[in-house]
């Protein structure tokens, strides 16, 4: 059993959770994730892991509330405990020999960029964050956005925090003032994922993605996350989650990502219906 030891809600249906998992914790990096269940009889989902730290025991994971499961989640406090904490999972981001590094987070993908700004700043890379929601009651994660990169830029596409646009067009701009990029992180909506590697190619600037499908395990061996990259097969449980998004077949992606809109809607509809039962109903 793994202890809430932290619950923070950071916007309308986001919570941030800080859970105590010391041996999680002790080989946790940047790109990893974990796979959890609330309890017994809950599924398996995957969260990537937001934060982490050695010391205190604990990992931190960021979840917005789309589902049965993510709702169950958020129904716990402080002080009550998930039944399954694996990980951490994946293969750890790599950006060895980087000097100036472009990351950009699109809404939730925001609570994945951070660690990744937070490495790569705390080495001396200088970072560009560019983080963008669709308003600004959505915003989350700025002022530690803000202590990771050497710059912040935070747009939301109706400009209600000041600054109307898309990720896109901030790094389009950046690109044409003369900021050379070694490197761009996008992580966020698919969509979003698939404009940045669009805009990066034309450049000729190396782009990497973080990808999260459909998965089960999280060892390989359902098949569940597979992806098409560089007109390959790869899973990315095992191979990813880090992908060059040059690669990456996005629209098979995302064809995928909607297969099981309708079984998780009815999930979500018996779930709130059998609420007066308990969770567990």
């Known amino acids: 059993m793994y202890k809430i030891v932290r619950k923070k809600v950071l916007g309308p249906l986001v919570t941030l959770m800080e859970i105590e998992a010391p041996y999680v914790a002790r080989k946790a990096e940047p790109g990893q994730f974990i796979i959890l269940r609330v309890n017994e009889y809950g599924e398996r989902i995957p969260l990537t892991i937001a934060d982490y730290d050695r010391k205190k025991g604990t990992v931190t994971i960021i979840f917005q509330e789309v589902g049965k499961t993510t709702k169950m989640l958020a129904s716990l406090e402080e002080g009550d405990f998930i039944s399954d ?13 980087v000097k100036k590094v472009a990351v950009v987070g699109g809404g939730l993908g925001t609570a994945i960029a951070y660690p990744q700004a937070k490495k790569l700043h705390s080495a001396g890379v200088d970072v560009d964050s560019i983080i963008g929601f669709r308003n600004k009651d959505l915003i989350i994660l700025e002022q530690e956005m803000k202590e990771v990169s050497s710059r912040l ?8 925090n000041g600054t109307r646009g898309f990720v896109t067009d ?24 698939k404009m940045v590697s669009q805009l990066t190619k034309e450049y000729g600037i190396k782009t990497v993605v973080s990808m999260n499908p459909i998965m089960i395990d999280g060892t390989g061996m359902c098949g569940g996350c597979r992806l098409t990259v560089g007109g390959q097969t790869k899973f ?7 992908f060059d998004g040059h690669e ?17 809607k009815e999930a979500l509809e018996r779930h709130n219906c059998r609420l007066g039962g308990g969770l567990n109903a």
């Open 85 to 97: 904490f694996a990980g951490p999972l994946g293969v750890p981001s790599h950006f060895e020999g």
């Open 153 to 160: 830029f935070v747009t939301t596409d109706d400009g209600s």
């Open 170 to 193: 901030i790094l389009k701009k950046l690109i044409e003032e003369g900021n050379q990029y070694d490197l761009v992180i996008a992580i966020g909506p698919l969509i979003m994922m």
């Open 236 to 242: 990315a449980c095992v191979d990813g989650p880090d």
């Open 248 to 264: 990456v077949d996005f629209d098979e992606a995302i064809r995928r990502q909607k297969m099981y809109q309708d079984q998780e």
